[in-house]
């Protein structure tokens, strides 16, 4: 293993990792390019042994080894990053050379909820980079591409024209707890009567009416593969529902959106799910939120829990009151001003084939209405048509409303912000700001050099899907399957179906194309198999993702693991011939055999290395010798053996690695 390789894996500088192995007791030189398999799983065992060893390497501090009576300081200098003022999560991780998973993960252990397209001010950057052993500066020259916010847009609203508006409420849990269940029941029992039937379109949330009170829900999906798309729904939600199975208790993904919630800062309510079913402990529900630090009401905490079962639709008016409480005691801060020009976020947004870019908007401030101009980042448009969640046109769309909208001239990425424009030069000055800020931001980015790629073998394939949500979460999922020594690069990516261009593109880079519920027609498929491009289709997430990894698996290179089955002390020399030698020693450790694998080690230095091809003991011909006996060896490779050298033995073996999603 290169010894750059071993210290991502432990996330520390390289050079702090070379001072360090020598003092940890490992013969080893600082100069060192590559380690044994074998000593580098002893070393990453041994630092990570100590967790505060560990930490200040990273942070550069001078460290104590436990089993060592001096200290030792690790003050080699970190990598030094240039970062511009705000930078993106994706862009943050490749130039720190990890997952993006991995920051996002960093960042959320500080408190930060962020998507890998959302941006990081410096500060936040430059904290994360020295907690992973790196030094940072400041870009000033980079020009940065300034986030877009409701709240920057909207400013601080005008008290006297705010007025209540519907609260939106998003659900979240573990996977199978019951979260669709639970909004099909709410959706059936108080959408206004005749119309729930007449829902024949999903488009992301919807509004039901409870005691005259009307409340906006966003159909966020539930499985892990959505983490990004659920902290939308979270960042644009007055108030979250926790689904919790009462027969299954707390689970990883309950714990992941009990995090989104808390660092979104919204208040919720637990639905204790699933009350019918047979092994259902409510209390012990309870108690398992009481050990996160969530105490129940009813024990004397702030947690309001509500029993459910969303199958027999029992609790459901109860789980509405307890919202349109909790929508009460918040009040002041769901309100919006109607009479502003509308700012919203996009939920949903794809290519359809009939009706072109398709977005749902979440109007938060502000009335939406048809034939009004918009911008969607560095998207324009006019709104031609405007759909609630039951399918029917409407004229226009106030706060806390979600719509589908028709008239952009392509689909805009879920999270952006839709601004109504006053008139067509406004918007055109918009569009034009957003694009030379864009272009000034992506030509001050730093790029890697391409030998930081050298010895990374890369799988490219090339992702088509139905909406932004699926591919972001697709591609997130694949970031997962990286490995230090291998990649699978998305070499292009895009909405909407298979294309003749696609089908050069992977072509001209051998790469396959992978759809998510997109079309291949007959004469773009005729095309693929004329140019020998294989096209794989999916219609669900891990199916896909299954494939890739597959696939990848099937091109990664092997990995060569070396087992020492022994060590022999050399005592003296006989013979020396021109690329053998006969010498005699003894076994101390494990036993001696014909045609292993040599080498030759001196004062703890590796010097050569070679092959034993023959081997006696009492003068007979054996093919193995146990310690601790003595035996006589013919030595094959270069002849600079001396007496007092150890060679230790080893046998190599070829294992297929994997791509586990970590």
């Not at 020009?143 to 601080?156: F, H, P």
């Not at 979240?172 to 059936?188: F, N, Q, S, Y």
């Not at 700012?343 to 401030?365: C, F, N, P, R, Y």
């Not at 980015?445 to 030998?451: A, K, P, V």
Request: charged share 30%; glycine share 8%.
């Amino acid at each position: 293993m290169n010894v750059t390789e071993l210290a991502r894996k432990l996330k520390i500088p390289t050079e702090s990792l070379r001072t360090l192995i020598p003092e940890l007791g490992f013969d080893v030189g600082r100069k060192a390019i590559k380690v044994d398999d074998r000593v580098a799983h002893q070393i990453i065992q041994k630092i990570k042994s100590q967790p505060t060893l560990l930490e200040s390497i990273r942070r550069g501090r001078i460290a104590a080894v436990t089993d060592k009576e001096e200290a030792i300081a690790v003050t080699e200098a970190s990598e030094t990053l240039s970062l511009p003022p705000k930078i993106a999560v994706r862009d943050f991780a490749e130039q720190l050379r990890m997952p993006v998973t991995s920051i996002i993960k960093e960042l959320m252990n500080n408190g930060i909820l962020a998507s890998l397209n959302e941006q990081i001010d410096y500060d936040t950057a430059s904290i994360i980079a020295e907690d992973l052993g790196f030094h940072t500066q400041l870009k000033k020259e980079a020009a940065t591409l300034e986030e877009t916010t409701v709240e920057s847009v909207v400013g601080k609203q005008d008290e006297k024209n705010l007025v209540d508006r519907a609260p939106v409420v998003v659900v979240m849990g573990h996977v199978d707890h019951g979260k669709t269940k639970l909004l099909d029941a709410i959706r059936k029992t108080n959408v206004v009567e005749g119309e729930a039937g007449g829902i024949t379109q999903h488009i992301g949330a919807y509004q039901v009416v409870h005691k005259g009170a009307e409340i906006t829900f966003i159909d966020t999906p539930g499985h892990e593969a959505f983490t990004t798309m659920r902290s939308r729904g979270a960042r644009v939600a007055d108030i979250a529902i926790l689904v919790v199975a009462a027969d299954e208790g707390i689970k990883p993904q309950t714990e992941e959106a009990i995090t989104i919630i808390q660092n979104s800062e919204l208040p919720f309510v637990v639905a204790i799910n699933k009350i019918d079913k047979e092994g259902a402990n409510i209390e012990r529900i309870k108690q398992q939120l009481a050990e996160k630090n969530l105490l129940p009401e009813d024990w004397g905490g702030k947690i309001i829990t509500v029993p459910i079962s969303a199958k027999k639709s029992q609790g459901i008016d109860g789980l509405l009151d307890t919202i349109l409480l909790v929508r009460d005691m918040e009040r002041e801060h769901i309100r919006a001003n109607p009479h502003r020009p509308a700012v919203g976020t996009i939920i949903e947004s794809h290519i359809d084939k009939g009706e072109g870019a398709v977005s749902t908007v979440l109007i938060q401030s502000g009335t939406l209405r048809t034939g009004n101009l918009i911008s969607v980042g560095g998207i324009g448009g006019k709104i031609k048509t405007m759909k609630d969640f039951r399918g029917r046109e409407i004229a226009s769309a106030g706060p806390s409303t979600p719509v589908k909208i028709l008239g952009l001239k392509s689909a805009p990425t879920v999270g952006d912000i839709l601004q109504v424009q006053g008139d067509s030069k406004i918007l055109k000055k918009t569009l034009k700001d957003h694009d030379n800020q864009k272009r000034k931001y992506e030509a001050g980015l730093t790029t890697r050099s391409s030998d930081e790629e050298d010895g990374v073998q890369k799988f490219p394939i090339i992702l088509k899907t139905d909406t932004l949500g699926s591919q972001e979460a697709i591609i997130q999922e694949i970031e997962r399957l990286a490995l230090p020594d291998f990649k699978i690069a998305i070499i292009k990516k895009g909405l909407g179906n298979v294309s003749e261009s696609d089908i050069e593109s992977a072509q001209a880079t051998g790469a396959i194309i992978y759809g998510f519920h997109v079309i291949v027609s007959p004469a773009v498929q005729e095309s693929a198999i004329e140019r020998n491009v294989s096209i794989r289709p999916f219609a669900i997430i891990y199916e896909l993702i299954q494939d890739v990894q597959n696939e990848g698996e099937k091109i990664l290179s092997p990995e060569i693991v070396k087992t020492e089955i022994g060590r022999i002390k050399i005592l003296s020399i006989f013979r020396t011939e021109k690329k053998s030698m006969i010498i005699g020693g003894t076994v101390t450790k494990g036993s001696a055999k014909l045609d292993v694998k040599v080498r030759v080690m001196r004062n703890k230095v590796e010097i050569s290395q070679g092959k034993i091809t023959g081997l006696q003991s009492g003068k007979q011909d054996v093919k193995e010798v146990a310690a601790v006996a003595e035996c006589g060896i013919k030595f094959e490779g270069p002849t600079v053996i001396e007496a007092g050298d150890m060679l230790e033995l080893y046998t190599e073996e070829k294992r297929f690695r994997k791509l586990n999603r970590k």
